[in-house]
């Protein structure tokens, strides 16, 4: 069975699953009885997941975006302008941003760009010499109010990371909406035109797919190229690199898993899955997370669980932010971190082995 049907946001519906608590609690029953997580990281020789250096600075600018896609694990949609960052908070990121020696900046929401301070902090990020990623949905470049923001990001050598859940119109559609294809289409031509997905080492295009079901990312290497071939050979589209992205079991996937009575055997296949060899490469262990409203995260995953991270000094926010304190915490994992570490792994950056 695959996603169908592009939802409206939980919170809009006020559906029980818009509250955290009530996630986790379906995913732990969905698991009972299995190992838990923390046991087999322990049986995998991980005593404690603990960070790695530092490397992305990722900043979450809120959950209101254009769309309001099936598998959205920020509950993100159009009506979500309830939860954006603020010019203060904005400042206090770039503050803490200066005590680390992170080396990107990965700006995300939500469609970041439809923020109002998604340039203020992108060319603030630039001038300080960071590799900056903007987390694109494709659709946001082709809006009247973005006209010209595809040549404004070349400009600031900003690697444009775009979703795009497959190179065929029907999983793209299933999953986004209609319409949404087409539109995905014409925002990479546009990138194309003001040099993206060349090779150009300060215009990168990659694109991120996830499975348009209840199973794993296919192997990215080989997908990679099947999608260079299909991408160029129906449209004449090129682009960098193709990051493949396991659905994590949270959010909208996580109420379609259940509607199509998917749930356990997905969480049977992400358990059954685990790669010892994955662990090392997941993002909480490089990547620092804030939300909209300042507070950290081990990662985005844990952020829209609300599951903050632990530090020795208690619960630190961007305004408190210590980075010696940051890089002494354990990562807070639950169940849904076996779909980082199934099959290839799974990160912002694409699988992790
Ligand atoms: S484009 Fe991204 S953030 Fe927006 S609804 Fe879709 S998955 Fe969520
Ligand atoms: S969900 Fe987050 S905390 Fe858990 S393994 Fe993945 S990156 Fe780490």
Avoid at 95 to 100: E, G, V
Avoid at 113 to 125: C, I, N, Q
Avoid at 153 to 166: G, I, K, N, T, Y
Avoid at 242 to 256: K, Q, Y
């Amino acid at each position: 069975m695959t996603i169908s049907l592009p939802a409206s946001t939980l919170s809009s519906r006020r559906a029980p699953l818009a509250d955290p608590r009530e996630q986790l609690a379906r995913l732990e029953a969905s698991t009972a009885g299995r190992a838990s997580f923390q046991e087999t990281l322990r049986a995998a020789g991980w005593p404690d997941l603990t960070p790695a250096s530092l490397e992305i600075f990722q900043i979450n600018l809120g959950k209101l975006c254009n769309m309001t896609c099936r598998h959205c694990h920020v509950d993100a949609g159009p009506d979500r302008s309830d939860a954006m960052m603020t010019r203060e908070m904005v400042d206090a990121c770039l503050r803490a941003l200066d005590q680390t020696p992170a080396h990107t900046v990965d700006i995300t929401g939500g469609a970041p760009e439809l923020h109002p301070e998604f340039r203020y902090l992108a060319d603030a990020a630039h001038a300080r010499g960071k590799h900056v990623i903007d987390r694109c949905n494709l659709s946001v470049l082709l809006l009247p109010r973005n006209a010209g923001l595809a040549e404004w990001l070349a400009d600031r050598e900003v690697e444009v990371v775009a979703s795009l859940p497959h190179y065929r119109q029907r999983s793209t559609d299933a999953q986004r909406g209609d319409g949404a294809f087409e539109k995905s289409i014409a925002a990479l031509r546009l990138l194309n035109t003001v040099g993206y997905g060349h090779g150009n080492p300060r215009r990168i295009l990659s694109l991120m797919t996830n499975p348009a079901g209840a199973f794993l990312a296919a192997p990215q290497s080989s997908a990679e190229s099947e999608w260079k071939t299909a991408l160029h050979r129906d449209f004449g589209i090129t682009f960098d690199r193709l990051l493949a992205l396991n659905n994590m079991p949270i959010s909208r996937f996580l109420e379609w898993l259940i509607e199509s009575d998917n749930l356990d055997s997905y969480m049977s296949r992400l358990i059954d899955g685990f790669n010892p060899v994955a662990v090392s490469g997941v993002m909480c262990r490089n990547t620092l997370s804030v939300s909209w409203d300042g507070r950290l995260f081990d990662c985005d995953f844990n952020q829209m669980l609300d599951l903050d991270a632990e530090t020795a000094v208690g619960t630190m926010t961007i305004e408190s932010f210590d980075f010696e304190q940051w890089q002494k915490r354990s990562v807070v994992t639950r169940t849904h971190c076996f779909g980082c570490t199934a099959g290839a792994g799974s990160s912002c950056g694409g699988s992790t082995t």
